[in-house]
């Protein structure tokens, strides 16, 4: 068990640019989740894939943001057009799916927005 | 809608004592409760559970404690020391659909030597 890995740990990015950020979750478990993270919240669900299929997304998650788990392995997220509003911490989270499973965080991507 | 309230933005604690975490929720659709705690710079880590068919799970120093009819759960740790010095954030899912986690907004510990 490595752990959820995620790349980069840092990004800044100025207002506009396009940002991408990958994970790895832990290689059995066939559940990923994003969350985002702001200053004195908890995190807050964005979407969920089960192996290669993306079955929900939050109404959170505008249609700047994509995401993807090509293969049911790694998964991306990309956010276009940048805002300011986006600067947050990005966690990405495995599980093995059945209800008693927790989730396992990476330890996330900081994302500046200048 | 906050399905999750954590009333307690921090809690401080002498060494040794009991650290009593509260939580909240509305949504009568959760199954699951979950309790994370968080160090700085790291994601949250997995701390304890408790199916909504029971109503106490121990772990160590760790006990949960889910009171259904209140739709209130605590995280007592007994004795606290100072590494339990962390962000713990209460979570609950549904058991349905993608046991989509949400959390609390979190209470700080402090635990003073």
């Known amino acids: 068990d490595t752990g959820v890995s995620q790349d980069p740990r840092h990004k800044i990015t100025k207002r506009g640019q396009n940002v991408t950020f990958r994970c790895d979750p832990i290689?059995?478990?066939?559940?990923l989740y994003w969350y985002r993270q702001t200053l004195g919240q908890g995190p807050e669900f964005l979407t969920y894939f089960q192996n290669e299929a993306q079955l929900e997304k939050s109404r959170l998650l505008s249609d700047r943001f994509s995401a993807e788990r090509p293969k049911g392995s790694f998964s991306t997220l990309e956010i276009q057009r940048t805002e300011q509003g986006d600067s947050a911490m990005y966690l990405c989270?495995?599980?093995?799916?059945?209800?008693?499973?927790?989730?396992?965080f990476g330890n996330g991507t900081r994302l500046t927005v200048t | 809608d906050q399905q999750v309230k954590q009333n307690s933005p921090s809690l401080s604690v002498q060494e040794g004592r009991i650290s009593i975490l509260n939580c909240d929720y509305t949504n009568s659709m959760f199954d699951y409760f979950l309790w994370y705690k968080k160090y700085p710079a790291e994601g949250p880590t997995f701390l304890i559970s408790?199916?909504?068919?029971?109503d106490k799970n121990e772990d160590g120093r760790f006990t949960v404690f889910l009171n259904k009819s209140a739709k209130h759960l605590s995280l007592h740790i007994v004795p606290s020391q100072p590494g339990d010095s962390a962000v713990y954030f209460c979570?609950?899912?549904?058991?349905?659909?993608?046991?989509?986690?949400?959390f609390g907004a979190g209470t700080r510990l402090f635990v003073k030597a």
């Open positions: 979570a609950a899912r549904p058991n349905t659909g993608g046991f989509k986690t949400i």
């Open positions: 290689s059995e478990h066939n559940r």
């Open positions: 989270a495995s599980s093995s799916g059945t209800a008693a499973s927790p989730l396992h």
């Open positions: 408790i199916s909504s068919i029971k």
